[in-house]
């Protein structure tokens, strides 16, 4: 089955750095890589996703990147902003299986220092 | 549309006890699916379901059971309950339709096992 691996566990950066969390995967057959924003006590929500056959996909301050050779991808934002502060979740969605599963990392918690 | 709604938000529970977790969403999605997510870990799919009537297991479905018998529900079913299921619990749907779908949270249920 599919794995999904996520680094770094934690990272703090300096209010306007940049951050960049990456994932890999295992199964060269996933086809849909979605990350999540999940503040505490709140629920998963999707900031951005990136389809297989795109190798890159920007929405203001936040990038997502593909490389499906080495079947990883990594979630970018700039100019980080106090409010970023949240847990980061990666996924990956198996193409072939009728159920449509997503198998999730286990999640980056960001904080931006003011 | 309230999107996907869970009741109930908290519940402790003895050891041995029983509950159903109730999900409903009003988008007419066709995918729903229930995961549980550990103090500081990711999201783990127990059950999901491609339609009413169809369910199938996800990774970690020992301890629970699900059914669905109209589209817009899809109850999960604690039996004889264990420390080890204290965990938030998010349900999910999505669409379903075309190839790249997402997914959207529930506000999640607390189950604390003692």
């Known amino acids: 089955g599919e794995n999904v691996e996520q680094h770094p566990s934690t990272l703090s950066v300096q209010e306007g750095d940049s951050a960049v969390i990456k994932c890999t995967y295992s199964?060269?057959?996933?086809?849909?890589f979605p990350w999540y924003k999940q503040e505490l006590g709140k629920r998963p929500q999707l900031i951005i996703d990136?389809?297989?056959?795109?190798g890159e996909k920007k929405d203001q301050r936040i990038a997502v990147t593909l490389n499906k050779t080495a079947k990883h991808f990594s979630l970018h934002i700039t100019e980080t902003q106090p409010e970023d502060s949240a847990v980061y979740f990666c996924?990956?969605?198996?193409?072939?299986?009728?159920?449509?599963?997503?198998?999730f990392g286990p999640g980056t918690r960001l904080s931006v220092l003011p | 549309n309230a999107g996907v709604t869970q009741t109930p938000k908290f519940r402790i529970l003895k050891i041995g006890q029983s509950m159903t977790l109730q999900c409903t969403q009003d988008?007419?999605?066709?995918?729903m699916y229930w995961y549980r997510q550990d103090p500081g870990m990711g999201l783990k799919l127990i059950y999901y379901?491609?339609?009413?009537?169809?369910?199938d297991k996800g990774e970690v479905p020992n301890g629970y059971n699900v059914s669905r018998s109209t589209t817009e529900d899809f109850p999960l079913r604690l039996e004889l309950a264990a420390p080890s299921q204290t965990s938030v619990y998010f349900c999910?749907?999505?669409?379903?339709?075309?190839?790249?779908?997402?997914?959207?949270f529930g506000p999640g249920t607390r189950l604390t096992v003692l």
């Open positions: 999910a749907s999505s669409s379903g339709t075309g190839a790249y779908n997402e997914q959207f």
């Open positions: 199964d060269s057959a996933s086809n849909y």
């Open positions: 990136i389809r297989s056959n795109v």
């Open positions: 996924a990956a969605r198996l193409s072939y299986n009728y159920g449509q599963n997503f198998v």
């Open positions: 988008m007419n999605h066709n995918y």
């Open positions: 379901s491609v339609g009413a009537g169809i369910t």
